[in-house]
């Protein structure tokens, strides 16, 4: 089995309150800030996106700074997101899914309970709906009638040493990336976590469809994960600082995770 070498690509940026972060947080404490980020896995035999982001307009849309496309981000890696074959949609919220018309060689791996949740009676309700949008999600249902939609019905091994585990909790249908590497298993958390506060210190983020599987969710994280410091939130703007670029170059652009993380400042 050839590891894989694993890349965040750090793509837009916001703002936040302790609130926003944490159930029960402080509405007037201001906390860290919520990176948005797509990931790379390759090695020799393949190169595998996970999630696609979103785009200017979205980023307008919903008061985030954006920094880059995540094919940019991609391109700075040398990888062109129009001849990606495989993309892992961890779940369908607008940051996870928005680019996928970037991808137009790609079929995309999701699981069956989150296409059915964000296509189901939940989403009258805008507490669960915020975070979709509409056409985006119009758009994967497109995409399946087209054959380019792989499900899922829980854990998928989508290449040797790469796999997708079904964690749900903040949506239905939410996976996390299982990958192997030079340094052991690491594991993508996606919104499993956002922060490493989240799971590490026990508190919820308050965007969930079911609080008790995202807390049972933190435990199969480490499960799969070589060891705990290989579970990777995220959004939390600490990977950035965790992890170093591949070059000096792509320095607050993109870090390697397939690697020993140092130590929390």
């Known amino acids: 089995m050839t590891p894989y070498e694993v890349y965040a690509i750090r793509y837009a940026t916001v703002a936040r309150r302790a609130a926003e972060n944490f159930i029960g947080g402080d509405p ?39 920094l880059r496309s995540p094919a940019e981000g991609l391109a700075l890696l040398g990888v062109e997101a129009a001849r990606v074959d495989t993309v892992v949609l961890t779940h369908l919220h607008y940051d996870h899914v928005g680019n996928f018309d970037l991808f137009p060689a790609a079929t995309f791996h999701l699981q069956d309970d989150e296409m059915a949740y964000a296509t189901g009676r939940y989403m009258a309700v805008p507490h669960f709906a915020h975070a979709y949008e509409v056409d985006e999600v ?34 239905r249908g939410l996976q996390a990336v299982r990958v192997h590497t030079r340094v052991g298993w690491v594991v993508l958390a996606s919104d499993a976590s956002h922060y490493y506060a989240n799971m590490g210190e026990g508190r919820p983020f308050p965007i969930v469809a079911d609080v008790t599987r995202m807390v049972d969710g933190w435990r199969r994280l ?44």
């Open 222 to 265: 480490r499960e799969l994960a070589s060891a705990p410091r290989h579970v990777v939130p995220g959004h939390d703007p600490e990977v950035m600082a965790r992890y170093a670029a591949p070059s000096p170059a792509l320095a607050g652009i993109a870090v390697r995770l397939d690697a020993e993380p140092c130590s929390p400042a």
């Open 28 to 66: 007037h404490e201001a906390a860290a800030r919520l990176d948005y980020f797509v990931w790379l896995v390759r090695n020799a035999e393949r190169a595998v996106v996970v999630d696609t982001g979103f785009n200017a307009a979205a980023a307008a849309r919903r008061g985030r700074e954006f």
């Open 138 to 171: 119009v758009g994967m249902v497109r995409n399946v009638y087209a054959g380019r939609v792989t499900f899922h019905a829980g854990d998928a091994e989508i290449a040797p040493g790469l796999s997708v585990h079904l964690i749900s909790g903040h949506t």
